[in-house]
T-cell receptor, first 113, second 111 residues
Framework: DTAVSQTPKYLVTQMGNDKSIKCEQN?????MYWYKQDSKKFLKIMFSYNNKELIINETVPNRFSPKSPDKAHLNLHINSLELGDSAVYFC????????????FGPGTRLTVL | SQQGEEDPQALSIQEGENATMNCSYKTSINNLQWYRQNSGRGLVHLILIRSNEREKHSGRLRVTLDTSKKSSSLLITASRAADTASYFC???????????FGTGTRLKVLA
């Protein structure tokens, strides 16, 4: 059973489109995260939710909007995609925010043409 | 500015040798963690060391933490080709919910 799953695994789209990435965890964790990994492998936190409440909101364009319908799901919606949004997006979860192991999903490789 | 800097950026060793990589950070932390990322995959947690701990072992891994120098090291003993991956340190900043990841060390173990 996959602990943290993301869909889709690959996403290729045109500039200006709107797209969503979904994440689900079956670990019973309270906290979920979205990270962006650029072409140089630098991993940067974007958002974090604890029990459906937003607790981290980094300096991210407001074209990016996270949504947590319940504590097992954290989706990422991106409006008006730009070339610079091309990256690998990772979802992660942990039992406790900032004091615990994070479990990562396999990533979604987004390519904006 | 970036919290975690890792050194070296890349490391190439022969199978059976030990690999050491270092991580430096800038502010107070709750804990520091090391993760491994195989090419095209997500990150896998290796070990967590809390700010009041100095050393931790897990199998062939040994992690040290020096909070006075704001640095940590990861030692992989008797390396194997399967250890080839990128290794990242992540610091949980005191008083926040944030994890900051380092720049990573790309380790290549030659068979």
């Amino acid at each position: 059973d996959t602990a943290v799953s993301q869909t889709p695994k690959y996403l290729v789209t045109q500039m200006g489109n709107d797209k969503s990435i979904k994440c689900e965890q079956n670990l019973g964790h309270d906290t979920m995260y979205w990270y962006k990994q650029d072409s140089k492998k630098f991993l940067k936190i974007m958002f974090s939710y604890n029990n459906k409440e937003l607790i981290i909101n980094e300096t991210v364009p407001n074209r990016f909007s996270p949504k947590s319908p319940d504590k097992a799901h954290l989706n990422l919606h991106i409006n008006s995609l730009e070339l610079g949004d091309s990256a690998v997006y990772f979802c992660a979860s942990s039992q406790v925010a900032s004091a615990d192991t994070q479990y990562f999903g396999p990533g979604t490789r987004l390519t904006v043409l | 500015s970036q919290q975690g800097e890792e050194d070296p950026q890349a490391l190439s060793i022969q199978e059976g040798e030990n690999a050491t990589m270092n991580c430096s950070y800038k502010t107070s932390i709750n804990n520091l963690q090391w993760y491994r990322q195989n090419s095209g995959r997500g990150l896998v947690h290796l070990i967590l060391i809390r700010s009041n701990e100095r050393e931790k072992h897990s199998g062939r891994l040994r992690v040290t933490l020096d909070t006075s120098k704001k640095s940590s090291s990861l030692l992989i003993t008797a390396s194997r080709a399967a250890d080839t991956a990128s290794y990242f340190c992540a610091t949980a900043l005191s008083g926040t919910y944030k994890y900051i990841f380092g720049t990573g060390t790309r380790l290549k173990v030659l068979a």
